[in-house]
T-cell receptor, first 112, second 116 residues
Framework: GESVGLHLPTLSVQEGDNSIINCAYS??????FIWYKQESGKGPQFIID?????DKRQGQRVTVLLNKTVKHLSLQIAATQPGDSAVYFC???????????FGQGTELSVKP | GAVVSQHPSRVICKSGTSVKIECRSL??????MFWYRQFPKQSLMLMAT?????????EQGVEKDKFLINHASLTLSTLTVTSAHPEDSSFYIC????????????FGQGTRLTVV
């Protein structure tokens, strides 16, 4: 089912530090995962994706790790900047019409 | 990258009236679009899947007569909130995917609906 109804957990980091945001997904059959960044009052913005046949993928300053055994995703942001402050959501592709189901989300706050 | 545009970005309406929100894919054709609802400090909740030329598929607990979805073309889906009430006030977001289903979804900028 959808992950809704809970208030967002928060993560506060110092500028320049690395951030790790975690997500537990629900469906073991999900085959594709995406991390999104959402700033206040805006729609989600794509950050990075990973398919279920991979366990790690790197982008610019970001890395996504996938552990299918425990149905866990993480997003690592290197050298976190104030502009990274936002809410981060993981989303899983449920292979039933291609719909994306969003995780709970984490609010990242970067202190200058 | 692909662009999805929503209109309006903000709307205020009176209780009992209906509001239509448009979602357009500007530079690609989307056979499938998705409508989400988001309350403050919460995650996006999928409401329905909008299929071009056919009826929308609603998620459990979402009233199809309350939230009318029309996907008349490959670039436009509309969500109409009928007989709106204050509890319908929320942030509504649409997304669209290109032909392949296992690719990223592109999101609109969202519509803030306030029912007074």
């Amino acid at each position: 089912g959808e992950s809704v109804g809970l208030h967002l957990p928060t993560l506060s980091v110092q500028e320049g530090d690395n951030s790790i945001i975690n997500c537990a997904y629900s469906n073991s059959a999900s085959d594709y995962f995406i991390w999104y960044k959402q700033e206040s009052g805006k729609g989600p913005q794509f950050i990075i994706d990973i398919r279920s046949n991979m366990d790690k993928r790197q982008g610019q300053r970001v890395t996504v790790l996938l552990n299918k055994t425990v149905k866990h995703l993480s997003l690592q942001i290197a050298a976190t900047q104030p502009g990274d402050s936002a809410v981060y959501f993981c989303a899983e592709n449920v292979n039933q019409g291609g719909k994306l189901i969003f995780g709970q989300g984490t609010e990242l706050s970067v202190k200058p | 990258g692909a662009v999805v545009s929503q209109h309006p970005s903000r709307v205020i309406c009176k209780s009992g009236t209906s509001v239509k929100i448009e979602c357009r894919s500007l530079d690609f054709q989307a056979t499938t679009m998705f409508w989400y609802r988001q309350f403050p400090k919460q995650s996006l909740m999928l409401m329905a899947t909008s299929n071009e030329g056919s009826k929308a598929t609603y998620e459990q607990g979402v009233e199809k007569d309350k939230f009318l979805i029309n996907h008349a073309s490959l670039t436009l889906s509309t969500l109409t909130v009928t007989s709106a009430h204050p509890e319908d006030s929320s942030f509504y977001i649409c997304s669209a995917r290109k032909d392949s289903l296992d690719t990223e979804a592109f999101f609109g900028q969202g519509t803030r609906l306030t029912v007074v």
